[in-house]
Protein backbone atom coordinates (compact mmCIF):
# COMPACT_ATOMS: atom_id res chain seq x y z
CA UNK A 1 0.00 0.00 0.00
CA UNK A 2 0.70 3.76 -0.86
CA UNK A 3 1.46 5.22 2.50
CA UNK A 4 0.15 8.66 3.08
CA UNK A 5 3.53 10.67 3.20
CA UNK A 6 3.71 13.97 6.14
CA UNK A 7 6.11 15.47 8.34
CA UNK A 8 4.01 15.72 11.47
CA UNK A 9 0.62 14.51 12.21
CA UNK A 10 -1.54 16.52 14.43
CA UNK A 11 -4.71 14.26 15.99
CA UNK A 12 -6.69 15.89 17.79
CA UNK A 13 -10.39 14.11 16.38
CA UNK A 14 -10.98 10.56 18.02
CA UNK A 15 -11.26 7.74 15.21
CA UNK A 16 -8.37 5.68 12.95
CA UNK A 17 -5.07 6.94 11.67
CA UNK A 18 -3.30 4.26 9.84
CA UNK A 19 -0.65 3.84 6.94
CA UNK A 20 0.79 7.44 7.40
CA UNK A 21 4.81 7.77 6.83
CA UNK A 22 6.14 10.28 9.27
CA UNK A 23 9.08 11.59 7.56
CA UNK A 24 10.46 14.76 9.73
CA UNK A 25 13.40 16.01 7.86
CA UNK A 26 14.83 15.77 11.21
CA UNK A 27 12.58 18.28 12.64
CA UNK A 28 11.29 18.50 16.39
CA UNK A 29 8.84 18.08 18.70
CA UNK A 30 6.48 15.54 18.86
CA UNK A 31 6.08 14.09 15.24
CA UNK A 32 2.54 12.72 16.08
CA UNK A 33 1.08 14.07 18.38
CA UNK A 34 -2.22 12.66 19.99
CA UNK A 35 -4.31 15.66 22.01
CA UNK A 36 -7.66 13.81 22.33
CA UNK A 37 -9.12 10.61 23.47
CA UNK A 38 -10.31 7.00 21.42
CA UNK A 39 -7.47 6.51 19.39
CA UNK A 40 -5.83 3.82 17.10
CA UNK A 41 -2.85 4.23 15.44
CA UNK A 42 -2.16 1.71 13.26
CA UNK A 43 0.55 0.55 10.36
CA UNK A 44 2.42 3.74 10.65
CA UNK A 45 5.83 4.57 10.17
CA UNK A 46 7.61 7.20 11.71
CA UNK A 47 11.79 8.19 11.15
CA UNK A 48 14.22 10.86 10.75
CA UNK A 49 13.59 13.19 13.81
CA UNK A 50 15.03 15.52 16.10
CA UNK A 51 11.90 15.11 18.49
CA UNK A 52 9.59 12.74 19.67
CA UNK A 53 8.26 9.60 17.83
CA UNK A 54 4.54 10.40 19.35
CA UNK A 55 3.66 12.16 22.59
CA UNK A 56 0.01 10.38 23.91
CA UNK A 57 -2.04 13.53 25.58
CA UNK A 58 -5.16 11.78 25.23
CA UNK A 59 -6.82 8.85 27.14
CA UNK A 60 -7.70 5.29 25.23
CA UNK A 61 -5.23 4.98 22.90
CA UNK A 62 -3.43 2.34 20.61
CA UNK A 63 -0.50 1.91 18.95
CA UNK A 64 0.08 -0.77 17.25
CA UNK A 65 2.07 -2.49 14.21
CA UNK A 66 3.61 0.70 14.32
CA UNK A 67 7.68 1.02 13.08
CA UNK A 68 9.43 3.99 14.74
CA UNK A 69 12.78 4.87 14.33
CA UNK A 70 16.09 6.93 13.86
CA UNK A 71 14.85 9.63 16.51
CA UNK A 72 18.18 11.56 16.94
CA UNK A 73 18.74 14.51 19.06
CA UNK A 74 22.19 16.07 19.87
CA UNK A 75 24.91 14.30 19.03
CA UNK A 76 26.69 10.70 21.04
CA UNK A 77 29.34 13.22 23.22
CA UNK A 78 25.94 15.82 24.09
CA UNK A 79 23.32 13.50 24.37
CA UNK A 80 19.43 14.79 24.35
CA UNK A 81 16.07 13.02 24.76
CA UNK A 82 14.30 12.01 21.52
CA UNK A 83 11.86 9.21 22.52
CA UNK A 84 10.07 6.59 20.54
CA UNK A 85 6.40 7.38 22.45
CA UNK A 86 6.07 9.38 25.34
CA UNK A 87 4.12 11.59 27.56
CA UNK A 88 0.88 10.86 29.68
CA UNK A 89 0.22 7.57 31.70
CA UNK A 90 -3.45 7.19 30.24
CA UNK A 91 -5.03 3.87 29.09
CA UNK A 92 -2.36 3.42 26.63
CA UNK A 93 -2.00 0.18 24.21
CA UNK A 94 1.44 -0.56 22.33
CA UNK A 95 1.57 -3.77 20.54
CA UNK A 96 3.47 -5.13 17.75
CA UNK A 97 5.48 -2.29 17.56
CA UNK A 98 9.49 -1.89 16.62
CA UNK A 99 11.02 1.01 18.32
CA UNK A 100 14.60 1.36 17.85
CA UNK A 101 17.46 3.75 17.33
CA UNK A 102 16.45 6.56 19.50
CA UNK A 103 18.70 9.02 21.74
CA UNK A 104 16.30 8.88 24.34
CA UNK A 105 14.16 6.00 25.46
CA UNK A 106 12.21 3.77 23.00
CA UNK A 107 9.19 4.02 25.81
CA UNK A 108 8.83 6.95 28.37
CA UNK A 109 6.05 7.62 30.20
CA UNK A 110 5.87 10.64 32.05
CA UNK A 111 8.55 13.05 31.91
CA UNK A 112 6.55 15.97 33.48
CA UNK A 113 5.27 13.34 36.32
CA UNK A 114 1.91 14.65 36.18
CA UNK A 115 -0.33 11.84 35.01
CA UNK A 116 -1.92 8.36 36.26
CA UNK A 117 -3.20 5.56 34.12
CA UNK A 118 -2.00 2.03 32.49
CA UNK A 119 0.33 1.86 29.62
CA UNK A 120 0.98 -1.69 28.25
CA UNK A 121 3.30 -2.76 25.95
CA UNK A 122 3.08 -6.17 24.02
CA UNK A 123 4.46 -8.40 21.52
CA UNK A 124 7.35 -5.44 20.59
CA UNK A 125 10.39 -5.37 19.96
CA UNK A 126 12.33 -2.31 21.71
CA UNK A 127 15.87 -1.89 21.07
CA UNK A 128 18.83 -0.07 19.79
CA UNK A 129 22.51 -0.75 18.19
CA UNK A 130 24.93 0.98 16.61
CA UNK A 131 24.45 3.07 13.65
CA UNK A 132 24.62 1.68 10.28
CA UNK A 133 25.42 4.93 8.73
CA UNK A 134 25.83 8.52 9.67
CA UNK A 135 22.68 10.42 10.93
CA UNK A 136 21.60 13.87 12.03
CA UNK A 137 24.54 14.85 14.52
CA UNK A 138 25.51 10.79 14.55
CA UNK A 139 28.01 8.86 13.21
CA UNK A 140 28.03 5.31 12.18
CA UNK A 141 29.15 3.36 15.22
CA UNK A 142 27.57 4.98 17.73
CA UNK A 143 24.99 3.37 19.47
CA UNK A 144 22.48 5.86 20.71
CA UNK A 145 19.61 6.11 23.64
CA UNK A 146 19.13 5.28 27.16
CA UNK A 147 16.43 2.63 28.13
CA UNK A 148 13.95 0.57 26.30
CA UNK A 149 11.19 1.50 28.99
CA UNK A 150 12.08 4.14 31.24
CA UNK A 151 8.76 4.89 34.00
CA UNK A 152 8.34 8.44 35.79
CA UNK A 153 5.63 9.11 37.73
CA UNK A 154 3.42 11.52 40.17
CA UNK A 155 5.20 11.12 43.29
CA UNK A 156 1.93 9.88 45.60
CA UNK A 157 -1.25 8.66 44.85
CA UNK A 158 -2.89 6.12 43.20
CA UNK A 159 -0.09 4.01 41.51
CA UNK A 160 0.76 4.04 37.89
CA UNK A 161 0.63 0.88 35.80
CA UNK A 162 2.60 -1.23 33.38
CA UNK A 163 2.25 -4.25 32.08
CA UNK A 164 5.19 -5.65 29.63
CA UNK A 165 4.22 -8.70 28.07
CA UNK A 166 5.79 -11.11 25.42
CA UNK A 167 8.56 -8.34 24.45
CA UNK A 168 11.79 -8.58 22.73
CA UNK A 169 14.38 -5.87 24.51
CA UNK A 170 17.84 -5.90 23.45
CA UNK A 171 21.25 -3.70 22.86
CA UNK A 172 21.18 -1.64 25.47
CA UNK A 173 25.11 -1.94 25.81
CA UNK A 174 28.09 -0.51 26.28
CA UNK A 175 29.31 1.43 24.46
CA UNK A 176 26.55 3.51 24.80
CA UNK A 177 25.22 6.93 25.42
CA UNK A 178 25.06 6.96 29.22
CA UNK A 179 27.45 5.46 32.04
CA UNK A 180 24.75 2.75 32.79
CA UNK A 181 22.44 1.28 30.45
CA UNK A 182 19.57 -0.89 31.05
CA UNK A 183 16.80 -2.39 29.32
CA UNK A 184 14.19 -1.63 31.84
CA UNK A 185 14.58 1.50 34.20
CA UNK A 186 11.94 0.90 36.65
CA UNK A 187 11.34 3.14 39.20
CA UNK A 188 8.84 5.36 41.34
CA UNK A 189 5.54 5.02 42.11
CA UNK A 190 4.60 2.19 39.47
CA UNK A 191 3.22 -0.59 39.37
CA UNK A 192 4.94 -3.31 37.03
CA UNK A 193 4.59 -6.64 35.70
CA UNK A 194 7.08 -7.93 33.04
CA UNK A 195 6.24 -11.69 31.31
CA UNK A 196 7.17 -13.43 28.80
CA UNK A 197 9.70 -11.12 27.88
CA UNK A 198 13.38 -11.90 26.10
CA UNK A 199 16.44 -9.84 27.28
CA UNK A 200 19.11 -10.28 25.06
CA UNK A 201 22.96 -8.48 24.72
CA UNK A 202 21.90 -5.71 27.55
CA UNK A 203 24.47 -4.04 30.06
CA UNK A 204 21.86 -4.18 32.94
CA UNK A 205 18.15 -6.14 31.76
CA UNK A 206 16.29 -4.69 34.41
CA UNK A 207 16.87 -1.99 36.70
CA UNK A 208 14.74 -2.00 39.55
CA UNK A 209 14.98 0.96 42.22
CA UNK A 210 13.08 1.16 45.47
CA UNK A 211 11.29 3.67 47.41
CA UNK A 212 13.31 7.65 47.47
CA UNK A 213 11.52 10.99 47.22
CA UNK A 214 9.67 10.14 44.63
CA UNK A 215 8.02 6.89 45.71
CA UNK A 216 9.71 3.20 44.50
CA UNK A 217 8.37 0.62 42.03
CA UNK A 218 6.94 -2.78 42.79
CA UNK A 219 7.94 -5.08 40.24
CA UNK A 220 7.27 -8.82 38.79
CA UNK A 221 9.36 -10.19 36.90
CA UNK A 222 7.88 -13.80 35.71
CA UNK A 223 8.60 -16.83 32.78
CA UNK A 224 11.06 -14.00 31.35
CA UNK A 225 14.45 -15.52 29.55
CA UNK A 226 17.97 -13.81 30.05
CA UNK A 227 20.67 -13.64 27.66
CA UNK A 228 24.17 -12.51 27.26
CA UNK A 229 23.84 -9.50 29.54
CA UNK A 230 26.66 -8.28 32.49
CA UNK A 231 23.54 -8.38 35.26
CA UNK A 232 20.17 -9.66 34.32
CA UNK A 233 18.64 -8.12 37.39
CA UNK A 234 19.88 -4.38 39.75
CA UNK A 235 17.50 -4.36 42.77
CA UNK A 236 18.33 -1.25 44.38
CA UNK A 237 17.24 1.20 47.10
CA UNK A 238 15.66 -1.88 49.15
CA UNK A 239 13.25 -2.05 46.30
CA UNK A 240 9.98 -3.65 47.83
CA UNK A 241 7.45 -6.41 46.62
CA UNK A 242 10.07 -7.54 44.53
CA UNK A 243 8.58 -10.97 42.77
CA UNK A 244 10.94 -12.97 40.81
CA UNK A 245 8.96 -16.54 39.27
CA UNK A 246 10.10 -18.43 36.96
CA UNK A 247 12.54 -17.02 35.37
CA UNK A 248 15.77 -18.05 33.66
CA UNK A 249 19.01 -17.30 32.19
CA UNK A 250 20.91 -17.98 29.49
CA UNK A 251 24.18 -18.18 27.80
CA UNK A 252 26.54 -15.00 28.45
CA UNK A 253 25.05 -13.66 31.37
CA UNK A 254 27.52 -12.49 34.25
CA UNK A 255 25.21 -11.96 37.36
CA UNK A 256 22.10 -12.91 37.53
CA UNK A 257 20.90 -11.05 40.71
CA UNK A 258 22.96 -7.85 41.81
CA UNK A 259 21.32 -6.08 44.91
CA UNK A 260 23.45 -2.85 45.49
CA UNK A 261 22.52 0.68 46.97
CA UNK A 262 20.72 -1.13 49.93
CA UNK A 263 19.44 -3.85 47.59
CA UNK A 264 16.12 -5.49 47.99
CA UNK A 265 13.42 -4.59 51.18
CA UNK A 266 10.95 -6.72 51.82
CA UNK A 267 7.87 -8.26 50.05
CA UNK A 268 11.14 -10.29 47.94
CA UNK A 269 10.03 -13.68 46.44
CA UNK A 270 12.46 -15.46 44.02
CA UNK A 271 11.14 -19.05 42.75
CA UNK A 272 10.77 -21.37 40.19
CA UNK A 273 14.23 -20.71 38.35
CA UNK A 274 14.32 -22.36 34.88
CA UNK A 275 16.25 -23.64 32.86
CA UNK A 276 15.76 -21.69 29.46
CA UNK A 277 15.79 -22.66 25.79
CA UNK A 278 18.05 -21.48 22.94
CA UNK A 279 17.44 -17.56 22.26
CA UNK A 280 15.82 -18.32 18.87
CA UNK A 281 13.01 -20.48 19.98
CA UNK A 282 12.33 -18.63 23.41
CA UNK A 283 11.78 -15.09 20.35
CA UNK A 284 9.83 -17.63 18.21
CA UNK A 285 7.67 -19.66 21.04
CA UNK A 286 8.19 -18.04 24.56
CA UNK A 287 8.94 -19.90 27.64
CA UNK A 288 5.38 -21.65 28.39
Known amino acids: MNPIKVERLVINKPGLYENYLIDSRWQGGNRVKVSCDDVVIRNCEIRNASGNGIGVFGRNVVIENCRIHHLLSGTFDKQRDAHGITERWSDVTIRNCDIGLGSGDSIQFDPDRRSSGRVTVENSR???????????????????????????????????????????????????????????????????????????????????????????????????????????????????????????????????????????????????????????????????
Open 126 to 288: LWTAPLPTDAAGFKEGERPGENAIDTKTKPKGIRTELIVRNCLLEGWRQPGQISLMSALNLKENVTVLVENCVLSNNEVACRLRGPNRRGGAWVTIRDCAFYDCKVGIRAEEKIENLQLPRIGFGDGVTRKLHPVAGGIGPGHENTGERKVPDMKIAIRSGLQ
